[in-house]
């Protein structure tokens, strides 16, 4: 197995991506305008990073052939989502750096496995038990009690996969809807809001981090996220220091997104961890020196870390397949608002809840940029 990084690696080397979505796609033109090039390994032809990167292996993640000829094209290779399967990131990483590692997805696709991370390195979480019976659903209930949101332990995101539990005689019926499959019990949180931190970690352990992001989701779907959050300045540090001691006890080289519930008497919990770019950073690429694309890069490439620091208040909305409903979005009522910025995925169909794009929005403060792109979304209406 390959675990040391040629460091820096020279200018026109050829990075890899496992997946071909839009933070594939916003990958590629990161490490393309530092000079490197990208080669992209995804299950689908024409995908949104395939259409921009210099190469494209078409092939399943468990087509180990393909995996390896790919891992040996590359200088070293990174992911855009956490479910790439661990088989393949450790069957690449016998030939290339692979990051994160087997071993940080091991840990982040299970949210069982997460939680005990989590517990294990004594980083707050919401309380949590684990359910794999009858039995284990009936005590998580009485012990932990409800509201709550039973969840499944993998491929749970937008929302999917959970069902919120109003009383301990809904539990049944919730995890009956979610297949009886394995899951974890969650408390309810009463929270004040909800943020996120990104943090980009090099592989000599240096560490760059954004945020608190505030973050406001409609449909369990994320909608607008606002830097800097209106959490206290204590409370910023704390989810800063929590999203650092993540990344350090994970040994993460790349992104790793750490998601929070800010409790209403100021405490920070940590929700999920994202080792990836993540949505509510998409912010970045306006709003500070370096975008979390572009860390990403440096630290694959082993370069120094840039800025990660805003240069002023920032908003970004996600553009979901609704606002194509009643056909193309009058993309011209965007001349009216110069301080808007457009970025599309470039997917080939528009379906309900499906991120086709974003917009962002530089201003003098974060309410006055979360109003601009709110306003600029309405407006794309056909």
Known sequence: MIDEFQTPLPFGSTLGVFGGGQLGRMFAEAAQRLGYRVHVFAPEDGSPASQVADWQTTADFHDFR??????KSVAAITLEFENVPVAAAEAAARFAPVCPSGEVLFTVQDRSREKRFLVGSGIPTTPTAQVRTADELHAAATEIGTPAVLKTTKFGYDGKGQRVVKSVAEADDAWAYLGRHKCVWEKFIDFRREVSVIVARGADGT???????????????????????????????????????????????????????????????????????????HLTIEACPASQFEQQVRTLAGQPLGDFTPTQ???????????????????????????????????KSARSGRKMGHLTALADTPEEAAELVRVARVALAP
């Open 313 to 347: 208040p920032a908003a970004m909305a996600n553009l979901l397949g609704d606002i194509w409903t009643s056909g193309e979005p009058n993309w011209r009522r965007l001349d009216e608002f110069p301080e808007v910025k457009l970025h599309l995925y470039g997917k």
């Open 66 to 71: 393909a995996v390896e000829e790919f891992a």
């Open 207 to 281: 560490m760059s981090t954004c945020g608190p992001i505030e973050n406001s989701h409609a449909n369990h779907i994320l909608d607008v996220s606002v830097v800097p959050a209106a959490s206290s300045d204590a409370a910023a540090k704390q989810a800063i220091g929590i999203a650092r001691q993540v990344a350090h006890e994970l040994g993460v080289v790349g992104i790793v997104c750490v998601e929070f519930f800010e409790t209403t008497a100021g405490e920070m919990l940590v929700n999920e961890i994202a080792p990836r770019p993540h949505n509510s950073g």
